[in-house]
């Protein structure tokens, strides 16, 4: 079947401004060459740590009239092409889910409103069918119709996350991106709301871009798995093989901290000296030579290419 979601070699870069005369002095490659495809149906993890540049590429997919290189394709269709029109045509079937939803909620405006207004700005229902939508889909989402004249603080946080998700749901979107969903909760409450997702996506055929900084947070829920450093993609694979056999530094770094069930299982911990570099001037050659434990001379001058080393598992490693 042809993919839902298709990124090419997407490039987001941001320009470095200094000095009174606020000139550019460079640029942040927040996002350099990444490519993804998803299916319907499908989860698609994105992990990283902060400032790897993952959250960027979810929002390089929503912002669909904005100019980034690269290409992405929705549906078979090049998203930069589409005209004012289609574009609001197709904007319900790409939802963005945030980590915080209370700072996107007026703390002054009820709930039910606040889910349903979107299908009203969308034109997606008429006004006299927006309050049984809405609590149909608070009831999908786990709340409780009693919820729909509420207002925001009197939720505790998974429940705003229910409502965050809602939200996003009433629009009956193909695609959500949720970045961090779960990063503010409880990990009791994180396995509830990562639950929910599971459910969501089997009742509706939901495809996810689930952002995460934790490998545990999205083992549960993916069918593939991307890690992500300084902007560039260093491994792919399907889940299992991912978890199984890694073979970047990087992403056996990550594995390493994950806690595992069975003690004899347990990977040897790979501590990383350093800290993410500053992705304005990255480091030359593999951008992770700064911080693996296994750099050889080569890694500092050649940029390792990305290779199929089958089984669509892909890596970019001098060593591998
Ligand atoms: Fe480490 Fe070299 Fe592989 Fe980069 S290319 S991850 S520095 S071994
Ligand atoms: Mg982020």
Known sequence: AEPLLEIEHLKTYFPVR???MNRTVGHVKAVDDISITIH?????????????????????????????????????????SLSMQEVRRIRPQLQLIFQDPYSS??????????????????????EGEVRDLVKEVLGACGLSSYHIDRFPHEFSGGQRQRIGIARALVL????IIADEPVSALDVSIQAQIINLFKRLQQERGL???FISHDLSVVEHLCDRIGVMYLGSMVETGPRDELFRNPLHPY?????????????????ERIVLKGDIPSPVHPPAGC??????????????????????????????????
């Open 18 to 20: 200094q000095g009174l």
């Open 40 to 80: 319907e149906g499908e989860t698609f993890g994105l992990v990283g740590e902060s400032g790897s540049g993952k959250s960027t590429v979810g929002k390089s997919i929503v912002r669909l009239t904005e100019k980034t290189d690269g290409l992405i394709r929705f549906q078979g269709v090049d998203i930069h």
């Open 105 to 126: 909620l007026n703390p002054r405006i009820r709930i039910g409103d606040a889910v349903g207004e979107a299908l009203l700005d969308h034109g997606l229902a008429a």
């Open 172 to 175: 009956n979107p193909k695609l």
């Open 207 to 209: 495809a996810y871009l």
């Open 251 to 267: 992403t056996k770094a990550l594995l390493s901290a994950v806690p595992v069930p069975i003690p004899k299982l347990k990977r």
């Open 287 to 320: 951008k992770f030579h700064t911080r693996c434990p296994w750099v050889t001379d080569i890694c500092k001058q050649q940029v390792p290419e990305y290779r199929n080393m089958g089984v669509n598992h892909y890596v970019a490693c001098h060593l591998v």
